[in-house]
Antibody, heavy 121, light 107 residues
Framework: EVQLLESGGGLVQPGMSLRLSCAAS????????MTWVRQAPGKGLEWVSG????????YYADSVKGRFTISRDNSKNTLYLQVNSLRAEDTAVYYC??????????????WGQGTLVTVSS | DIQMTQSPSTLSASVGDRVTITCRAS??????LAWYQQKPGKAPKVLIY???SLQSGVPSRFSGSGSGTEFTLTISSLQSDDFATYYC?????????FGQGTKVEIK
């Protein structure tokens, strides 16, 4: 059974940093691209960042480019999102999701339960 | 950047109704479109990929159609479990764009 378990969220002040983690199990983690999607309270889904199966290719939404860094450790079956210079508008539930391919043209077939990041002073 | 626009934003329907949700892309996306269902407090679940392919395990009352810039998600006979918010998503190799969502409410 595919499982994705996010952690690392919490309440932080503007300008601070967090590292979100997503522990994966139930599938060959190193064979699939992964992604982060967020959802602000009461709002829709926003794609944040994606990474290829090997980790050699990374992609970001314009809204987070330069502040967020996606990475993965295939030996630990874990996906990460380093979030820096946090702003109030980054407040959201952050979901990790599994892609359906290694690099190209994939949608998301499994999602974690999400971790809440709240940015407030 | 490609924008995805869904209509309507909210839809009121009854159990047994046929329901159609539309998603329009700001430019042609071929058939690189997925549909997701999300219930309150839960993660999204994929229903349809490549515009019309049913994801494994999804009931056959869900169907998708379209290509280019206009797409539809149809629920042939709405069930109580289907009251949720639905999102379309354009996917390619380096960016993914969701529509703003359509909430299906009980009439």
């Amino acid at each position: 059974e595919v499982q994705l378990l996010e952690s690392g969220g919490g309440l932080v002040q503007p300008g601070m940093s967090l590292r979100l983690s997503c522990a994966a199990s139930g599938f060959p983690f190193s064979s699939y691209a992964m992604t982060w999607v967020r959802q602000a309270p009461g709002k829709g889904l926003e794609w944040v960042s994606g990474i290829s199966s090997s980790g050699s290719s990374t992609y970001y939404a314009d809204s987070v480019k330069g502040r967020f860094t996606i990475s993965r450790d295939n030996s630990k079956n874990t996906l990460y999102l380093q979030v820096n210079s946090l702003r109030a508008e980054d407040t959201a539930v952050y979901y990790c999701a599994k892609g359906t391919a290694t690099v190209t043209k994939y949608y998301f077939d499994y999602w974690g339960q999400g971790t809440l990041v709240t940015v407030s002073s | 950047d490609i924008q995805m626009t869904q209509s309507p934003s909210t839809l009121s329907a009854s159990v047994g109704d046929r329901v159609t949700i539309t998603c329009r892309a700001s430019q042609s996306i071929s058939n690189w479109l997925a549909w997701y269902q999300q219930k309150p407090g839960k993660a999204p679940k994929v229903l349809i990929y490549k515009a019309s392919s049913l994801q494994s395990g999804v009931p056959s009352r869900f169907s998708g159609s379209g290509s280019g810039t206009e797409f539809t998600l149809t629920i042939s006979s709405l069930q109580s479990d289907d009251f949720a918010t639905y999102y379309c998503q354009y996917y390619n190799s380096y960016s993914w764009t969701f529509g703003q969502g359509t909430k299906v409410e009980i009439k």
